[in-house]
């Protein structure tokens, strides 16, 4: 009894603390930082840690994983060729998730007519993320937020976070602006690119249970309906889809189009309004196909999914007609048939699917500021005029871009992005720009 009394009196005893800000700030170290922690960033950070760099990995997002988990855009497109052996584009970790979500059950392979697409749960994806991260010895800092970054010349040197536990500064030979919105280079003060015409729509994903999967309708007659009937359930967009996931009898739903401003103020509350419309298009897919959504209801609502906001001015400004022609670059770093996928109007989107035999490369100049020599820019930040970028920031080539940045950063070292030897690059490249087996 004695001995109990003491250890519950050690453990009720308390020290005084004091709020000493000096002391406040942590210090990390790395070879490589990538701030950004969507597809397109882990995929930076898991080949750079492959590669045996140190590596820290931080975003502003308490989660990891960026749009593909907490999103859920939900399915990885722009993977395979459109033709007939409809290989894989993109390998590194996209062989990994599929093959290690597909050995639970957590993927489901859509061959359409023209491109194959491959749904995924996203709760799998999550934890796969994390697991990786956990398995590569990658640093992650979640929760932090970009507040400064801090260059010397033509170098960063480093970046200041602010955490709900306090301020981060990582000092990195390299950085990856993995951020989508280029935040890193904007905050470096490097010129960056707007949409010159107006929004590019993003949408607010949900995915919905209690449905009779075998009743639902095509792509074609939702649209259709959505046409007819759209107005009367206050929906803005008149297409989109709704894709069942057999395995777990859910559907992903995307019939949303909201506008995604890179103002703190706006952003939060379009995406409250987001949420808004996703319920009206639950209640119009009850209303008008009641065999198939009758009871349906929604299981999660993403976080709101965007597009296209800002992004870098590159050493390549990649265009549609470059993107339409194939243009095969001689740095190329990743590859896709994706169609142009503009969300450019509320009411839908500009959709320019290609032959089957079309395949069109993102160079490495697209992912580099000429004014920057430890950068490297991927995903939906990359240059490219707004059609191109339509096509390419989707998760396949977001994996290769990613892949690119580790090897890039590994060549260059303490020199620049600029000087490597692009033939080596491309030898290490050639699974995800040449390879068709
Ligand atoms: C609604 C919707 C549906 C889509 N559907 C599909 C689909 O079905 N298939 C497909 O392949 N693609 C789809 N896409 C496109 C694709 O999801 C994205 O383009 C892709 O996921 C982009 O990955 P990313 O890594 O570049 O960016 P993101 O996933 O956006 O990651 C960027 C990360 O950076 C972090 N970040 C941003 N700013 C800061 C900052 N200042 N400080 C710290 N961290 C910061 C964010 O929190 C985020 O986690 C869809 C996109 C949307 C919006």
Same mark, same amino acid.
């Given at each position: 009894m004695k001995t109990r009394r003491n250890s519950e009196r050690l453990s009720y005893s308390t020290r005084v603390v004091r709020n000493d800000s000096l002391n406040m700030k942590k210090y990390v170290k790395a070879d490589i930082c990538v701030v950004g922690a969507g597809i397109s960033g882990i995929s930076a950070a898991v080949e750079a840690a492959r590669l045996g760099l140190d590596v820290v990995l931080v975003d502003?997002? $308490?989660?990891?994983?960026g749009q593909a988990v907490h999103?859920? =855009?939900?399915t990885f497109c722009g993977?395979?060729? /459109?033709? #007939?052996?409809?290989?894989?584009f993109t390998h590194g970790i996209a062989d990994d998730i599929l093959h290690d979500l597909g050995a639970q059950g957590a993927l489901h392979y859509r061959h359409g007519p023209s491109y194959t697409t491959v749904l995924y749960d996203e709760v799998a994806l999550s934890r796969w993320v994390e697991r990786t991260v956990l398995d590569c010895g990658i640093t992650a800092i979640v929760g932090a937020v970009l507040r400064e970054v801090k260059t010397d010349g033509r170098r960063i040197c480093f970046v200041d976070l602010a955490t709900r536990y306090g301020e981060v500064r990582i000092c990195a030979n390299g950085f990856v602006d993995a951020t989508g919105d280029a935040a890193l280079a904007w905050l470096a003060g490097l010129p960056c690119r707007e949409p010159a015409r107006g929004p590019i729509y993003g949408s607010q994903m949900i995915v919905i249970e209690s449905i009779a999967p075998e009743y639902v309708p095509s792509r074609e007659e939702l649209a259709a309906r959505l046409r007819e009937k759209g107005a009367k359930y206050n929906l803005v967009r008149r297409d989109g889809f709704a894709f069942v996931f057999p395995q777990r009898g859910t559907a992903l739903v995307n019939l949303t189009h909201m506008e995604t401003p890179l103002d703190p103020v706006d952003a939060t509350m379009n995406g409250l309004r987001g949420k808004e419309q996703a319920d009206r298009a639950l209640e119009f897919l009850k209303g008008e196909f009641p065999v198939a959504f009758g009871n349906a209801r929604i299981r999660s609502y993403g976080f709101p999914g965007i597009r296209q906001t800002r992004w870098i001015v590159g050493v390549h400004h990649l265009t549609v007609d470059e993107v339409r022609a194939g243009k095969r670059f001689p740095d190329a770093v990743a590859r896709t048939a994706w169609p142009i996928e503009l969300h450019d109007h509320i009411e839908g989107y500009i959709w320019e699917p290609f032959d089957d035999d079309h395949v069109h490369y993102v160079p490495l100049g697209s992912l580099?500021? $000429?004014? +920057?020599?430890n950068l490297v820019a991927v995903g939906r930040?990359?240059? +490219?005029d707004a059609a191109a970028l339509s096509s390419v920031r989707v998760m396949g080539p977001c994996i290769a871009m990613g892949a690119a940045a580790a090897h890039v950063l590994h060549l260059a070292g303490s020199g620049? =992005? /600029? #000087?490597?030897?692009k033939n080596v690059l491309q030898h290490r490249l050639y699974d995800n720009v040449v390879r068709t087996d």
């Amino acid at each position: 009894m004695k001995t109990r009394r003491n250890s519950e009196r050690l453990s009720y005893s308390t020290r005084v603390v004091r709020n000493d800000s000096l002391n406040m700030k942590k210090y990390v170290k790395a070879d490589i930082c990538v701030v950004g922690a969507g597809i397109s960033g882990i995929s930076a950070a898991v080949e750079a840690a492959r590669l045996g760099l140190d590596v820290v990995l931080v975003d502003g997002f $308490p989660g990891l994983g960026g749009q593909a988990v907490h999103s859920i =855009v939900g399915t990885f497109c722009g993977l395979y060729h /459109h033709g #007939e052996n409809r290989y894989q584009f993109t390998h590194g970790i996209a062989d990994d998730i599929l093959h290690d979500l597909g050995a639970q059950g957590a993927l489901h392979y859509r061959h359409g007519p023209s491109y194959t697409t491959v749904l995924y749960d996203e709760v799998a994806l999550s934890r796969w993320v994390e697991r990786t991260v956990l398995d590569c010895g990658i640093t992650a800092i979640v929760g932090a937020v970009l507040r400064e970054v801090k260059t010397d010349g033509r170098r960063i040197c480093f970046v200041d976070l602010a955490t709900r536990y306090g301020e981060v500064r990582i000092c990195a030979n390299g950085f990856v602006d993995a951020t989508g919105d280029a935040a890193l280079a904007w905050l470096a003060g490097l010129p960056c690119r707007e949409p010159a015409r107006g929004p590019i729509y993003g949408s607010q994903m949900i995915v919905i249970e209690s449905i009779a999967p075998e009743y639902v309708p095509s792509r074609e007659e939702l649209a259709a309906r959505l046409r007819e009937k759209g107005a009367k359930y206050n929906l803005v967009r008149r297409d989109g889809f709704a894709f069942v996931f057999p395995q777990r009898g859910t559907a992903l739903v995307n019939l949303t189009h909201m506008e995604t401003p890179l103002d703190p103020v706006d952003a939060t509350m379009n995406g409250l309004r987001g949420k808004e419309q996703a319920d009206r298009a639950l209640e119009f897919l009850k209303g008008e196909f009641p065999v198939a959504f009758g009871n349906a209801r929604i299981r999660s609502y993403g976080f709101p999914g965007i597009r296209q906001t800002r992004w870098i001015v590159g050493v390549h400004h990649l265009t549609v007609d470059e993107v339409r022609a194939g243009k095969r670059f001689p740095d190329a770093v990743a590859r896709t048939a994706w169609p142009i996928e503009l969300h450019d109007h509320i009411e839908g989107y500009i959709w320019e699917p290609f032959d089957d035999d079309h395949v069109h490369y993102v160079p490495l100049g697209s992912l580099l500021s $000429p004014d +920057a020599d430890n950068l490297v820019a991927v995903g939906r930040c990359i240059d +490219a005029d707004a059609a191109a970028l339509s096509s390419v920031r989707v998760m396949g080539p977001c994996i290769a871009m990613g892949a690119a940045a580790a090897h890039v950063l590994h060549l260059a070292g303490s020199g620049s =992005v /600029h #000087e490597i030897d692009k033939n080596v690059l491309q030898h290490r490249l050639y699974d995800n720009v040449v390879r068709t087996d």
